[in-house]
């Protein structure tokens, strides 16, 4: 009688009533039905409604439905065991039936608040612990998962494998193809992470000594992305050094198959660095930090390459910090020096320009190659002081030797893309420009790389360069993009032939680049500077194509600027290949 009551107050309210004889059939409703709301009397057949409502909890279906219960005893003792067992609210007989149907639908209210909570709550935590864009855990996941495994390891006298995985030149692929194409590779990648990753579990056993020390169920992998291409995997009780290589060897594989997303087929290669601990290190910084820098030494090795973690690179390490100390105090001091090396026009043989080659000596008097201190320099944050040196230097050199310069030649200097893609460098250059009375037309030499990175950014950088003076030149061109397309929209100048083309000519391949090249500038309208010439019959060759222009050790090597002003007296005709009367 009482079901019957009840059944008429609820669906006068709208609600729609399923009922159950006693607990065990109540299980079974709920879970085939799922309710939103569960009402049950504390005196039931079979199980007490305080049982039946303690399974309900303990299943992951109804661990939050509202559930209230009925007591026929007003007694503290029902009622907390009734709360104990995980009620949400109790009502005592005889029931006020007026009051039942508010009562649910209040109570079916506050659980809609409390399940939307719950999953801001839960979406919270998601942001808080897994990257949006693959669903992998991202840096403060990872961190903490670090954490965690090296001191279980520590704990069980284990290892813990770090594999940081770099994707080489990510940001020219996403600059170029958009960056709505660029985060679905990262998706891509990150879903062809987690196949490799299963695929090396089940083969975990095979590698050399898998079985020696750990039982194969104690190894596992652990993958995240703690931000931007940056991948990384951690490898729980690893085998030893040799199973970390092979791991990582078997990742190159699989990153570096073709990648197909819409209108592209793209082939993306990985760096990877891989440290381990115990022997690199106990706390998850050292791993971090050595782990990084291995992943920085196989970039300079050719990228597309692993490389563990050693005694050399913490050897490279602490040589960086002594050429940074001794740049940083060259800058102040001397030490530094300019060459520049002239080039020609090959229809006059007059020298119409020079680059300009910043050089370096320490204070034990050893001479420090520009690959070794422009790319600390660059890591350092020192390539901003280095360029004001540099521009600085030239035109101090340029004024003292102005009688002697040709007065319309041009004097380049190298851009460094970090200098570059800085969002305040033109105005830094702009600042630096006031305090200088330059007489001298200044080349500012990018490499294609550079340029395109940036994109846009770029082309209006290059608008306001222009617009200070300067002239705009690319070079080694054919080693970047060579994209007509984006050429096109920049304001440049100059296209300065790489040396590796020039040293190819002879050979059909080499003759149809530097042909296509010269093709590329005259359709644009740009100048052309081939660098590296050696021979006359270079010249010969590139002077007949249309390049207009040569530097090379056919001219000169680099020579300090009293030097180049000697050789500006100098005819080069007969040098390149012209006849006296020719020119």
């Known amino acids: 009688m009482q079901r019957l009551l009840i059944r008429q107050c609820l669906e006068s309210e709208g609600m729609r009533i399923l009922e159950a004889q006693d607990g065990h059939e109540a299980l079974d409703l709920v879970a085939n039905n799922n309710p939103d709301f569960v009402f049950m009397d504390v005196d039931m057949p079979g199980i007490s409604g305080i049982e039946t409502c303690r399974h309900l909890r303990a299943r992951v279906e109804s661990e ?47 659980a809609d608040t409390y399940k939307e909570l719950k999953s801001k709550e839960d979406h919270l ?13 991202n840096r403060r996941s990872f961190t903490e998962q670090l954490r965690r495994n090296l001191v279980n390891s ?22 170029s193809i958009g960056h709505e194409r ?17 695929e090396i579990g089940p083969i975990a056993s095979e590698y050399p000594g898998a079985k020696k020390t750990y039982p194969l169920d104690a190894f596992a992998l652990e993958i995240a992305r703690p931000g931007g291409d940056e991948f ?5 009780n690893p085998y030893g050094e040799e199973q970390l290589n092979q791991i990582a060897e078997h990742l190159i594989d699989c990153l570096s198959e073709p990648i197909q997303i819409p209108g592209h087929t793209l082939v993306i290669t990985p760096s990877i660095g891989i440290a381990m601990a115990p022997d690199h290190g106990r706390a998850p910084e050292e791993l971090l930090v050595r782990a990084d820098s291995a992943a920085y030494a196989a970039k300079a090795e050719g990228r597309q390459r692993a490389r563990m973690y050693d005694s050399s690179i913490a050897y490279d390490s602490a040589q960086e910090l002594s050429i940074e100390e001794g740049l940083r ?15 020609v026009d090959l229809f006059t043989g007059a020298i119409i320009g020079a680059e300009a080659l910043v050089r370096w000596e320490d204070e034990q008097g050893n001479a420090i190659s520009p690959d070794r201190f422009i790319p600390v320099a660059e890591r350092s944050g020192l390539i901003n002081e280095l360029g004001d040196w540099i521009l600085n230097r030239v035109n101090a050199d340029a004024k003292a030797y102005a009688g002697q310069l040709p007065s319309k030649m041009s004097l380049a200097i190298n851009l460094s893309p970090l200098q570059f893609n800085q969002s305040n460098f033109v105005e830094r250059l702009t600042s630096t420009l006031k305090q200088l009375e330059i007489q001298y037309k200044i080349a500012l030499e990018l490499t294609e790389s550079a340029i395109m990175n940036s994109g ?8 306001q360069l222009r617009n200070l003076g300067f002239k705009l030149a690319i070079d ?28 190819d000519l002879g050979s059909e391949s080499g003759n149809a680049i530097v042909n296509a090249i010269v093709s590329m500038a005259q359709a644009l309208g740009l100048d052309l500077v081939a660098e590296g010439v050696e021979t006359a019959e270079q010249a010969t060759y590139l002077r007949e194509r249309g390049c207009y222009s040569i530097q090379g050790y056919l001219i000169s090597k680099p020579v300090p600027i009293d030097e180049l002003a000697r050789l500006c007296q100098h005819d080069f005709r007969a040098t390149v290949g012209l006849d006296s009367e020719d020119g």
């Open 64 to 110: 939050d439905t509202p559930i209230l219960i009925v007591t026929g005893a007003d007694d503290q003792e029902t009622i907390d065991l009734g709360f104990e067992a995980g009620a949400t609210h109790y009502i005592t007989k005889p029931l006020n039936w007026p009051l039942l149907g508010r009562l649910v639908k209040y109570m079916l209210r506050s």
């Open 125 to 137: 935590r998601y942001l808080a612990y897994f990257d949006h864009l693959t669903d992998l855990p």
């Open 154 to 175: 520590e704990k069980n006298e284990g290892q813990t494998g770090l594999i940081m995985i770099d994707i080489d030149h990510f940001k020219r692929i996403n600059d």
């Open 182 to 198: 660029g985060d679905l590779v990262l998706k891509k990648i990150a879903s062809r992470l987690q196949t490799c990753a299963a």
């Open 232 to 236: 990384s995997v951690i490898v729980r």
């Open 329 to 343: 105090h060259s800058l102040l001091t001397t030490g530094l020096s300019l060459v520049y090396q002239p080039q």
């Open 456 to 463: 846009d950014d770029s082309i209006g950088k290059l608008h």
């Open 476 to 503: 080694d061109f054919g080693t970047g993009y060579s994209s007509l397309n984006y050429l096109r929209q920049f304001p440049l100048n100059t296209l300065k032939i790489d040396r590796t083309f020039v040293n």
